[in-house]
């Protein structure tokens, strides 16, 4: 639902390459790849529970030091 609604509420902004910021409600990795598709870009947290989150890409991610951080 999160997704649906996050699409209706960009969906002006489509093909501009912006970037949207999102909060729990609407962060999740299906939300994140249909606005890739849609040609903008995607900023939030999404919790481990969720069911398409990266764990074997992240749990193989080295940080070296303090601050060190990565995107998928």
């Given at each position: 639902h999160g997704t649906k609604v996050?699409?209706?509420l960009v969906d002006k902004w489509a093909d501009t390459d912006r970037i949207v910021c999102a909060d729990s409600y609407f962060a999740s990795?299906?939300?994140a790849e249909a606005l890739l598709q849609i040609?903008?870009?995607?900023?939030?947290?999404v919790k481990t529970?969720?069911?398409h989150y990266p764990m074997e890409y992240l749990s193989h991610k080295e940080l070296r030091k303090r601050?060190?951080?990565a995107g998928v």
């Amino acid at each position: 639902h999160g997704t649906k609604v996050l699409l209706e509420l960009v969906d002006k902004w489509a093909d501009t390459d912006r970037i949207v910021c999102a909060d729990s409600y609407f962060a999740s990795v299906p939300a994140a790849e249909a606005l890739l598709q849609i040609g903008l870009r995607f900023i939030g947290v999404v919790k481990t529970a969720t069911k398409h989150y990266p764990m074997e890409y992240l749990s193989h991610k080295e940080l070296r030091k303090r601050g060190d951080k990565a995107g998928v």
